[in-house]
């Protein structure tokens, strides 16, 4: 009897550690909830929730909560505003979202000062990584399509000559600089680059585009950030007939998020860009992906780039409570457990770079068909693999601090 109460006792606090031990990790979601960008901040939230509602019971013992505020206009001020009631009254172990690279870096500094890991999730700017120690992207740089791009648009697109429009933030102008730099070295020629307004309400593009078509390049590459402006990109260049003026439309993945695919017009059949995902990737992990996708949110909802890379963030956030048990109050040590993490999401193999922090997949140049179902879709052409942000390996800019 002795022998079976010493086993029931030993069992019994076993049990209460293992309580004691469970952790309710808060996390902070900053993503734009409202505004004429919250469509972007709700393709982001989609994909957390349905990871989460997927994957909680891989968490053992350990709990989640998603605390939500929103970030507000890509001016980065809300953000900034938002992140600090996050850090100081909810207590929350780690910050992620961010739609909008004026938000991480107006909270950069915040991350550096309060030892706290920040997870982007969509903020593209190259040069963001750079400003804390403390920050992790799984995204994309915005070199990361633009620069193979570039190359693609010189040597396979038979682009002599291009133009190139952008949204006047930093990862439009960080956009287009990677694409100049590609494309110029491959030996195309630049020959206009046009600022087509600020991020926010979507502006009048046919003056921008006109001016375009006057000039005759062979190529036009484009970047806005997706979402509304990329279906009036594609309006207004249906509208002016620059693919039958001979001007090819180029760009990175914002121009077809694939929730404005389904939605627009024969204009974009034939655009050609550079992404690392789309829902017609036909490899299991999307497969699975998109279905429980359609399960949760009906089969008109579309996930897209942004939902990819925050399925795998999330994933990523689930892998250090399992890692480090649940205690991510160092934040130095939670950085160093994702170095070098890799995983087999929707994009298909994807790694942190131990060095920069940063994303390191494959990019694939992606054509607009038509498919037998009369609905727009994509045919990959070409990958590059393991795509790593060039800004970084060439130490451009910002890029080398």
């Not at 915005?142 to 930093?170: I, N, Q, S, V």
């Not at 009906?298 to 963030?313: K, L, Q, V």
Request: aromatic fraction near 10%; charged fraction near 20%.
């Amino acid at each position: 009897m002795k022998i079976i109460a010493a086993f029931a006792a030993t069992v019994l606090a076993s049990c209460w550690a293992t309580m004691a031990n469970a952790e309710t990790v808060k996390i902070g979601v900053v993503l734009p909830y409202s505004g004429p960008m919250s469509d972007l901040g709700n393709q982001v939230d989609k994909a957390f929730d349905l990871y989460v509602k997927l994957h909680a019971k891989d968490l053992g013992d350990n709990k989640i909560e998603l605390v939500r505020r929103d970030e507000g206009p890509p001016s980065g001020a809300n953000a900034r505003t938002v992140a600090t009631e996050l850090i100081t009254n909810d207590k929350v172990k780690l910050l992620t979202g961010f739609v909008f690279s004026p938000s991480a870096i107006a909270v950069a500094p915040l991350m550096t000062q309060a030892k706290m890991p920040m997870l982007i999730a969509n903020a593209g700017t190259a040069w963001i990584t750079n400003l804390s120690p403390y920050i992790v992207r799984f995204s994309f740089s915005m070199w990361d399509p633009a620069y193979p791009m570039g190359t693609y648009a010189a040597k396979k697109l038979d682009c002599r000559t291009a133009a190139a429009g952008y949204t006047d933030f930093p990862p439009g102008q960080d956009s287009t600089l990677a694409f100049k730099t590609a494309f110029e070295k491959a030996g195309g020629k630049l020959i206009d680059q046009i600022r087509m307004g600020a991020p926010g309400p979507v502006p009048d593009f046919t003056p921008f585009f006109q001016r375009v078509k006057d000039e005759h390049p062979d190529c036009f590459y484009v970047f806005v950030p997706s979402g509304a402006h990329a279906a009036g990109v594609m309006k207004t260049y249906g509208e002016l007939g620059m693919r039958q003026a001979g001007v090819r439309l180029i760009g990175p993945m914002d121009l077809i998020p694939d929730y404005e695919l389904a939605h627009m017009s024969d204009a974009a059949v034939g655009l050609i860009v550079m992404s690392s995902y789309a829902d017609d990737y036909d490899t299991p992990v999307n497969t699975a992906f998109v279905k429980e996708w359609h399960a949760a949110y009906g089969p008109n909802s579309y996930p897209d780039f942004m939902s990819a890379a925050s399925w795998d963030t999330m994933a990523g956030i689930f892998h250090l409570i399992n890692a480090l048990h649940g205690n991510l109050d160092d934040g130095a040590k939670v950085v160093d457990t994702l170095k070098g993490w890799k995983h087999d999401g929707p994009r298909g193999p994807i790694e942190i770079d131990p060095q920069t922090r940063d994303i390191i997949q494959n990019e694939n140049a992606e054509e607009v068909i038509k498919k037998p179902d009369s609905k727009l879709g994509i045919k990959v052409l070409e990958t590059y693999p393991q795509v790593k942000d060039e800004c970084k390996v060439l130490k451009v800019g910002r890029c080398a601090s």
